[in-house]
Structures are given as C-alpha cells and as structure tokens.
C-alpha cells in the first residue's frame, strides 16, 4: 500500500451500484466523515475539483467513462489524493494499473468494512 496522506474533509464515493454507495455511505457517516456521491465518472471529476475530498472510493466499472481514466485526470489535477479503489472483477493487470497511477489500495467486491476502516485509518490517520 502506498502512503498517500491528506487533511481530513469530504469523502467523495464513486459507483453506480446503489447498494455499495448506501453501504460506504453508512459506513463514513458512523465514522464520521461527510460522504459525497458521483455515480457518475465525469460527475465524480467536477466535484473533486469543486470540493476537493480528502480522499476517494473509486470504482472500475463506471457507465460513463473507466475508472483507470478517471483516477488518471485526478492524479493529474492532485497527484497526492489518497483513492481506493473498488471493484467486483478480479482482472490483475488493471490492478497493477491502478497502482502505477497512484491507488492507494484496491478492495474487491464484496469488502470487508473493518479492512476499510483499517485502510482509512492508515491513509487519514486517527482523525474523526
């Protein structure tokens, strides 16, 4: 896992599965962060730039545009965003991609809310 470090704020949620942004939702909220949600790749893009979130979940599968591309023009605007990425398919090479361009780590579908709480806590300290 990478260190990817930032102050605390927004988090932004990126998915088009309901269930998984009410489950995040939760989850953040309870913990909490203030969750935003972008269903929408480009969506997602315009509200990082607006709002600036301390960090991101960021799916594969968008019905707009790939996650690979969406975590690129981000790294572009803010190279030290800390991004997990989410995904329900097990494809290795878009893994080792998604590190290459800067995830911090990437959780399968289904996950495990305590690894998230885990993995936030080493990307955005103790901080509630």
């Known amino acids: 896992m990478f260190s990817c470090i ?11 599965e309901q269930a998984i942004c009410n489950l995040l939702t939760r989850f953040l909220k309870r913990e909490g962060y203030d969750p935003e949600i972008a269903k ?43 991004v997990i990425m989410i995904s329900a398919y097990r494809d290795s090479e878009r893994v080792v991609s998604a590190f290459r ?12 809310i305590n690894y998230l709480k885990v993995t936030m806590k080493s990307l955005l300290g103790n901080r509630k």
């Open 40 to 82: 929408l790749g480009y969506d997602a893009i315009t509200i990082f730039k607006d709002k600036n979130p301390s960090l991101f979940f960021l799916d594969m599968k968008l019905p707009d545009i790939d996650g690979l591309e969406v975590l690129k023009k981000m790294k572009e605007i803010n190279k030290g965003i800390p």
């Open 6 to 16: 930032r102050n605390r704020g927004m988090i932004l949620i990126v998915d088009d």
């Open 101 to 112: 361009l800067g995830a911090c780590d990437y959780i399968f579908k289904p996950f495990d």
